[in-house]
Structure formats: structure tokens, C-alpha cells
């Protein structure tokens, strides 16, 4: 469990219209690429969202002794299948770009959804970033 900064986390949500506060992010070190999967790890950890990323980094600021918030722009829902990119995770974490384009050709209609939707959530973030980086 990581604590975050609660005063920040307010500071950022309210410079971004329809933020939210108080979400609990489970940690993975793999991809959910199924509904079901995503249903059950929400049912068995109590779970709002899953997260490869932020924890980690989250971690290593607060041993820093930096005041830590996050903000995460879903790109996929907990009904959403994706396509197998849990295959295109090479061995250090990072992602293989061929693997990758494999996974989303060899399932065109969920790779093109989640295509579309990341760009939508780039969009968000971006957006999001100027808002914040407007407020302070």
C-alpha cells in the first residue's frame, strides 16, 4: 500500500474537470488484457484501476522525501479486451515495438479500439498537464 500525498492530490483534481481522488490502483506487473481478468483482480483486491507504472515510481519519490500525487488517463476499460501485449513485454519491462505490431495485427478490432482510445487519453493528458501547469 502507498500513501499518497492527499493536499496535492486535491491541488491537482481540482485543476482538472472531472478528476477523482481517493481511487485505489493495484499495482501489475502484467498486462490485464481481458474483462474477466480485470474483473477479477477488481473483486480480489478491491481494486478502481490497475497500474504498470506509477507505483514504482511513486515509491522511489517518497523514499526521496518528495511529496508525491498521481495522475493516470485511463486508455482502456474494465470492459475492454485488448490484444495480447502482454507479449510484446520484453524481458526488462520495456515494450518490443515488432511484438507489439504483431499483438495489434493479430487482432485488428481490439488493437484499433485501443489505438483510438490511447490517442483519446493522450489528448486527456495533455490537456490535463496544461491545466495543472496553468494553476501553480
Known sequence: MLGLEPGLADAVAQSVPGAQTGVLGLASETILTTAGTKRAAAARFGAHAVDMESFSLAERLQRAGVAVAVLRIGSDGPSDDLPALDRALDGSGGIDAFALALAMLREPRRGA????????????????????????
Open 113 to 136: 479500439r485501443l489505438a483510438l482510445c490511447g490517442m483519446r487519453a493522450l489528448g486527456a493528458l495533455e490537456d490535463a498537464a496544461y491545466r495543472i501547469a496553468s494553476a501553480a
